[in-house]
């Protein structure tokens, strides 16, 4: 009997069908398709770009573009990293809580072997790229890539996870101001971070309410948890830090009136208006959290922007 003729077609088709889930699988890892949390993790980056034009003129317009073209990268490969990372950490986790189950490694979609591979090219990718812009940028990053690495662990030895993510999550404030050449000052910088890490915190515990049932059965510190019987009054305080240290910023980079208004004054009446609507009863609006926490950052950096404009345009 003839061996059977396959069409030059057939096979190409059957590989792909295999390599397309793959692939799937390691993007719904490095949470492809949900782009929120890498807009956050880059807008510290965005904000010492634009605190650093107002302090000290208006940067080219092509510096500003291949600037932020440089942090909007380390910003998407460092938030890509740190879900490889949390999610190869929490595997058993996952699978035992109702919004993660699905999650690449639990339902079984990547192998771990895969993830733990996929983890360490990306974590050679993030030092050659902080290895190929400085010294300075480079010690920055390890540091970075540091509190990234561990912050998973902190879930198990801490009932304040919340807080180093707060701190890793925005490091992209001393990593741009190494960055830069004429940085702002490097007390804004500890200004802006610690500000934008209580807010982190504020919004990632209003997140966390949402697993706060499945991390009380497993064993699983978080902040919504800890402070869930004065989770009003943590949360203002959160708040409050935040918006006193935007004030701080303005007042140390003598940013104008539409800085003190849009950034400080309107991300103020955001946060606010959200926590006074707070609901304890209703999981929706604690997923409402992450978009807000996107928002506000939004808020901030449109600020800033709009003051440096309008400086420069008044100074002309």
């Given at each position: 009997?003839?061996?059977?003729?396959?069409?030059?077609?057939?096979?190409?088709?059957?590989?792909?069908?295999?390599?397309?889930?793959?692939?799937?699988?390691?993007?719904?890892?490095?949470?492809?398709?949900?782009?929120?949390?890498?807009?956050?993790?880059?807008?510290?980056?965005?904000?010492?770009?634009?605190?650093?034009?107002?302090?000290?003129?208006?940067?080219?317009?092509?510096?500003?573009?291949?600037?932020?073209?440089?942090?909007?990268?380390?910003?998407?490969?460092?938030r890509?990293?740190?879900?490889?990372?949390?999610?190869?950490?929490?595997?058993?986790?996952?699978?035992?809580?109702?919004?993660?189950?699905?999650?690449?490694?639990?339902s079984?979609?990547?192998?771990?072997?895969?993830a733990?591979?996929?983890?360490?090219?990306?974590?050679?990718?993030?030092?050659?790229?902080?290895?190929?812009?400085?010294?300075?940028?480079l010690?920055?990053?390890?540091?970075?890539?540091?509190?990234?690495?561990?912050?998973?662990?902190?879930?198990?030895?801490?009932?304040?996870?919340?807080?180093?993510?707060?701190f890793?999550?925005?490091?992209?404030?001393?990593?741009?101001?190494?960055?830069?050449?004429n940085?702002?000052?490097?007390?804004?910088?500890?200004?802006?971070?610690?500000?934008?890490?209580?807010?982190?915190?504020?919004?990632?515990?209003?997140?966390?309410?949402?697993?706060?049932?499945?991390?009380?059965?497993?064993?699983?510190?978080?902040?919504?948890?800890?402070?869930?019987?004065?989770?009003?009054?943590f949360?203002?305080?959160?708040?409050?830090?935040?918006?006193?240290?935007?004030?701080?910023?303005?007042?140390?980079?003598?940013?104008?009136?539409?800085?003190?208004?849009?950034?400080?004054?309107?991300?103020a009446?955001?946060?606010f208006?959200?926590?006074?609507?707070?609901?304890?009863?209703?999981?929706?609006?604690?997923?409402?959290?992450?978009?807000?926490?996107?928002?506000?950052?939004?808020?901030?950096?449109?600020?800033?922007?709009?003051?440096?404009?309008?400086?420069?345009?008044?100074?002309?």
């Open positions: 009997m003839p061996p059977k003729k396959f069409s030059s077609l057939q096979a190409p088709s059957l590989s792909i069908q295999g390599v397309l889930p793959t692939i799937q699988g390691y993007a719904d890892l490095m949470r492809f398709s949900k782009p929120a949390a890498t807009f956050i993790i880059f807008m510290p980056f965005g904000q010492v770009v634009a605190l650093a034009s107002y302090a000290h003129g208006a940067l080219p317009a092509w510096d500003i573009l291949r600037w932020c073209g440089v942090f909007l990268l380390w910003a998407f490969v460092g890509s990293l740190a879900c490889t990372v949390n999610d190869v950490c929490d595997r058993d986790i996952d699978g035992r809580v109702e919004r993660t189950k699905t999650r690449p490694l639990p079984g979609r990547v192998s771990v072997i895969g733990k591979l996929f983890l360490l090219a990306q974590v050679i990718f993030d030092v050659v790229l902080y290895y190929t812009t400085s010294p300075l940028v010690y920055h990053g390890l540091f970075s890539l540091f509190l990234t690495l561990t912050y998973p662990l902190t879930k198990r030895i801490t009932n304040w996870p919340q807080v180093w993510l707060g890793a999550a925005n490091y992209g404030v001393f990593l741009a101001w190494a960055a830069l050449p940085p702002p000052d490097v007390k804004i910088a500890l200004c802006l971070w610690f500000g934008l890490a209580s807010w982190t915190v504020c919004f990632d515990t209003i997140y966390a309410l949402q697993d706060r049932d499945d991390d009380l059965h497993l064993g699983v510190g978080s902040s919504a948890i800890t402070a869930f019987d004065y989770m009003h009054q949360l203002w305080t959160c708040a409050i830090i935040f918006v006193t240290c935007l004030t701080a910023v303005g007042i140390l980079n003598r940013q104008g009136p539409i800085y003190f208004v849009a950034s400080v004054g309107v991300t009446f955001a946060i208006r959200y926590l006074l609507s707070l609901d304890m009863n209703k999981r929706k609006s604690f997923s409402d959290a992450l978009p807000l926490g996107a928002g506000v950052s939004f808020i901030v950096m449109s600020g800033i922007i709009a003051d440096c404009v309008f400086s420069q345009r008044a100074a002309a």
